[in-house]
């Protein structure tokens, strides 16, 4: 048992499968945790990058085990906003780097033809450098014509999901949302994408709620140097 008394399977697993792509894979159909104001513990999905998972009424830490469960709960995590606690973040992350607190977002895969190509000459692009700091498998997308720099991430991200991450190229005559749907191409028909998104930045937002994204949670995410 978590130290909230909810059951921890240890390695944040199931079946193969990390517990927060379950949670997020049944909130995109609209089965949400339930409304407890509990939190669970769970490993990290990736190696050096830890985060918490929040729903309404209920989040998930994803920190390592170097950090007891006493310890842990005496920071006061809770699912009505305690979880995300700058406090706890701060304490947790030490002096390592902290990563805004963005709303997640799902959607499915559209199959089909790809309507992006592969960009090799994009991989230094600086969103590509920040995906590959807390993603693994990293691929950049992006329109053929060369002088077009449009960038689409696609990575194994947050649980080990399907993530994307876009920039528009501003001097091009295409809409965020374009570019969004264009990056659901790369991902099978029906399975489940994410994409992490700052409250702030309203246009990309529109963007991927324009391509059928719906938000489900909030993550914030840090590398810890405790």
Request: hydrophobic share 40%.
């Given at each position: 048992?978590?130290?909230?008394?909810?059951?921890?399977?240890?390695?944040?697993?199931?079946?193969?499968?990390?517990?927060?792509?379950?949670?997020?894979?049944?909130?995109?159909?609209?089965?949400?945790?339930?409304?407890?104001?509990?939190?669970?513990?769970?490993?990290?999905?990736?190696?050096?990058?830890?985060?918490?998972?929040?729903?309404?009424?209920?989040?998930?830490?994803?920190?390592?085990?170097?950090?007891?469960?006493?310890?842990?709960?005496?920071?006061?995590?809770?699912?009505?906003?305690?979880?995300?606690?700058?406090?706890?973040?701060?304490?947790?992350?030490?002096?390592?780097?902290?990563?805004?607190?963005?709303?997640?977002?799902?959607?499915?895969?559209?199959?089909?033809?790809?309507?992006?190509?592969?960009?090799?000459?994009?991989?230094?692009?600086?969103?590509?450098?920040?995906?590959?700091?807390?993603?693994?498998?990293?691929?950049?997308?992006?329109?053929?014509?060369?002088?077009?720099?449009?960038?689409?991430?696609?990575?194994?991200?947050?649980?080990?999901?399907?993530?994307?991450?876009?920039?528009?190229?501003?001097?091009?005559?295409?809409?965020?949302?374009?570019?969004?749907?264009?990056?659901?191409?790369?991902?099978?028909?029906?399975?489940?994408?994410?994409?992490?998104?700052?409250?702030?930045?309203?246009?990309?937002?529109?963007?991927?709620?324009?391509?059928?994204?719906?938000?489900?949670?909030?993550?914030q995410l840090w590398r810890p140097?405790?």
């Amino acid at each position: 048992m978590d130290p909230s008394g909810q059951p921890d399977d240890g390695a944040g697993l199931m079946d193969g499968v990390h517990l927060i792509a379950e949670v997020l894979s049944k909130a995109s159909g609209g089965d949400f945790p339930a409304v407890d104001g509990g939190w669970q513990r769970v490993a990290p999905w990736r190696d050096g990058v830890e985060g918490v998972v929040a729903f309404t009424g209920h989040a998930y830490l994803a920190v390592d085990d170097d950090v007891s469960d006493g310890t842990l709960g005496s920071l006061g995590p809770d699912g009505f906003g305690g979880a995300s606690n700058p406090r706890l973040v701060s304490r947790l992350a030490g002096t390592g780097w902290i990563d805004a607190l963005d709303i997640v977002l799902v959607a499915r895969g559209l199959g089909g033809e790809p309507a992006l190509v592969p960009r090799s000459d994009l991989r230094n692009h600086p969103r590509a450098e920040h995906a590959t700091s807390v993603r693994s498998a990293v691929t950049t997308f992006g329109y053929a014509a060369p002088d077009d720099r449009t960038l689409v991430t696609l990575s194994t991200g947050l649980g080990g999901m399907p993530e994307v991450g876009v920039e528009t190229d501003a001097s091009k005559d295409r809409s965020g949302t374009d570019v969004v749907r264009d990056a659901l191409t790369l991902v099978d028909e029906g399975e489940v994408v994410v994409a992490a998104c700052a409250p702030g930045n309203a246009r990309a937002l529109r963007a991927f709620l324009g391509a059928g994204f719906e938000p489900v949670a909030s993550v914030q995410l840090w590398r810890p140097e405790r």
